[in-house]
T-cell receptor, first 113, second 111 residues
């Protein structure tokens, strides 16, 4: 139980385009989901906390207009990287809260050319 | 502020024990975790310990917590090549709260 999926697993896009990443809780409902960013050989950096039916809470230094988060249902949160640039290339990981614990998705590798 | 520190690399021979260390600064940490990340994959929860415990053992994994020194360790007995991965420790102050991760320790297991 407590399985989290992400889609796509890998995406390559051109500079200036927008990319949407989905995070789904497959066998449970998650009121709260988290979005992390991981640079190569680095730790996970929390970007924002996504709450179903309300606005996401962004961490300091994360641009909310750049990284749009929507948590429209209890099993789905989306992260849209708007007007992506090469510096946005990274590994994005989501997690979903269940029973007080975070369960992580497999991650999405974004490469912006 | 909250900070979690780990050494970056550890190399062991297959069959040996591995010990990965972690220190944290937040004395209100209630839950401490160890996660494993294989290349290109998400995080897999290995084990966790509550702050009122000193030790927890789960098959080949042993977690030791020294709350006074704010030191956490993960021992992997009989390390196998499949254990090669990055191991993250993380702490959290309360249930459902934000996780603070260490930098990750890259474990390399040589045959």
């Amino acid at each position: 139980g407590a399985v989290v999926s992400q889609h796509p697993s890998r995406v390559i896009c051109k500079s200036g385009t927008s990319v949407k990443i989905e995070c789904r809780s497959l066998d449970f409902q998650a009121t709260t989901m988290f979005w992390y960013r991981q640079f190569p050989k680095k730790s996970l950096m929390l970007m924002a906390t996504s709450n179903e039916g309300s606005k996401a809470t962004y961490e300091q230094g994360v641009e909310k207009d750049k990284f749009l988060i929507n948590h429209a249902s209890l099993t789905l949160s989306t992260l849209t990287v708007t007007s992506a640039h090469p510096e946005d290339s990274s590994f994005y990981i989501c997690s979903a809260l269940y029973g007080g614990e975070q369960f992580f998705g497999p991650g999405t590798r974004l490469t912006v050319l | 502020g909250e900070d979690v520190e780990q050494s970056l690399f550890l190399s062991v021979r297959e069959g040996d024990s591995s010990v990965i260390n972690c220190t944290y600064t937040d004395s209100s940490s209630t839950y401490l975790y160890w996660y494993k990340q294989e290349p290109g994959a998400g995080l897999q929860l290995l084990t966790y310990i509550f702050s009122n415990m000193d030790m927890k053992q789960d098959q080949r994994l042993t977690v030791l917590l020294n709350k006074k020194d704010k030191h956490l360790s993960l021992r992997i007995a009989d390390t196998q090549t499949g254990d090669s991965a990055i191991y993250f420790c993380a702490e959290r102050a309360n249930q459902g709260g934000k996780l603070i991760f260490g930098q990750g320790t890259e474990l390399s297991v040589k045959p």
